[in-house]
């Protein structure tokens, strides 16, 4: 931003050297000499910038702005709107230095309506100033967003540690019952195995949504990905006797990206309709070509699950029944993992579900057309 704030300064320094000699006394004339030629050059730089941005003169009279400045409020009839902004324009004048200040501004016309802005005015030659608004809405949900994920991370960690804690009580109370004690230890170490799933999901969320989350990148051949995800859960289908039926041809093609994850992203929907269905029942893995695009699907004969949760389930620990996941040794983190590896492929995770009938997800993503098929395809 900074480079842009300098650009927007450049141009404004260029402007006001450039009409420098034509300046008069009373401020809102002086505006009237600007050349529109350029005015209109100080616009489009005003416009490249990311936050709402002014030109403004000492009486809040308004030379340049960005296109967005009335409908965001900032500006009515040729002058600063808000009286916090006027203020802080006056101060930036009086002391000669940049003021800043956060506050909430109405908008304008059809987009009505608050938001939040930092807004900061910064003393210019020829007593003009920059006036720029940064919006802080996003940063402000991204904060909340933050702070959420943290409560939620404590949340989780503490139920096995303060599990561990009383058992590892109960162990040391029951020194002269070696079975008791025995029995203590096998439930500490089931609470150690949540725990320990629940950081291989943190750091497996966090790596998915990292900055170079698809480093690894190749294509991936579809069958590859249905093949190792269904393998690495067979001890878990046959322990509750699940079938996983998988489609005979899965040669559709490649995806390109990050094994790894694509395997991830089918593992748990895998797991979760392992997880959720009765014992004895079926599951099934689809491949299709449909267009341009490879749709793997997960289909099992499962509880269901009902509109208003379907909207939720890809949130991170979201989950329609906390003690069953608990049961199933669930995470609330699975098919957050999965929509942002669909996500970071430029695919997308869907569910059609119906309650006491069973659910199909439904993975998306882009088929990967080496250099030679698209030879062929451009012939
Ligand atoms: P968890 O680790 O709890 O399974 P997920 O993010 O994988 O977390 O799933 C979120 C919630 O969605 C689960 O807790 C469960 O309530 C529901 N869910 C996911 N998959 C299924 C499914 N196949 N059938 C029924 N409910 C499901």
Redesign the pocket.
């Known amino acids: 931003m900074s480079t842009l704030v300098w650009l927007a300064l450049l141009g404004a320094a260029l402007l006001v050297g450039l009409v420098a000699g034509r300046a008069t006394k009373r401020i809102p004339e002086v505006t009237n000499t600007y050349p529109e030629d350029q005015i209109a050059a100080l616009t489009q730089i005003l416009d490249v910038l990311p936050d709402a941005a002014a030109l403004v003169d000492a009486t809040d009279v308004v030379v340049a702005s960005s296109s967005n400045c009335v409908a965001m409020g900032l500006i009515t009839t040729d002058r600063l709107g808000p009286v916090v902004l006027r203020a802080l324009n006056r101060e930036a004048h009086r002391t000669g230095k940049t003021v800043a200040r956060d506050a909430t501004i109405s908008r304008t016309g059809d987009s009505l309506g608050n938001w939040e802005a930092r807004l900061q005015v910064s003393p210019l030659e020829n007593n003009l100033s920059l006036v720029l608004a940064q919006d802080l809405s996003e940063e402000r949900r991204l904060n909340d967003v933050r702070r959420d994920f943290v409560a939620n991370v404590s949340h989780e960690l503490k139920t096995p540690v303060g599990a561990l804690s009383l058992l590892a009580e109960a162990v040391q109370a029951a020194d002269q019952d070696v079975a008791q004690a025995r029995h203590f230890a096998a439930r500490m170490q089931l609470e150690v195995r949540r725990l320990t799933d629940l950081i291989t999901d943190l750091v497996e969320l966090s790596r998915v949504q990292g900055d170079a989350p698809l480093r690894n990148s190749k294509p991936v051949p579809v069958q590859d990905i249905v093949a190792e995800a269904v393998d690495s859960m067979k001890i878990a289908s046959e322990k509750r006797k699940i079938q996983i039926n998988v489609a005979p041809d899965m040669n559709v093609g490649a995806i390109f990206g990050d094994e790894g994850q694509l395997i991830t992203a089918l593992r ?2 895998i ?3 392992i ?3 009765p014992e004895g029942t079926k599951v099934g893995v689809g491949v299709k070509l449909v267009g341009d695009q490879v749709e793997i699907t ?1 289909t ?1 004969q ?4 009902s509109e208003a ?1 379907q909207s939720r ?2 949130e991170r620990f ?5 003690a ?2 608990r049961e ?1 040794g ?7 993992i ?1 929509k942002h590896v669909c996500a970071n492929h430029g695919g997308d995770c869907s569910v059609w ?1 119906r309650v006491g009938e ?2 199909t ?1 439904t993975l998306q993503f882009p088929i990967h057309h080496s250099p030679q098929n698209q030879e062929i395809g451009g012939k």
């Open positions: 748990n929907l797991s979760n309709a997880n959720y269905s997960v099992d499962g509880p269901g699950i949760d389930i890809f979201y989950r329609v029944d906390p069953r996941s199933t669930g995470t609330g983190l699975g098919l957050a999965v579900s069973g659910s997800f």
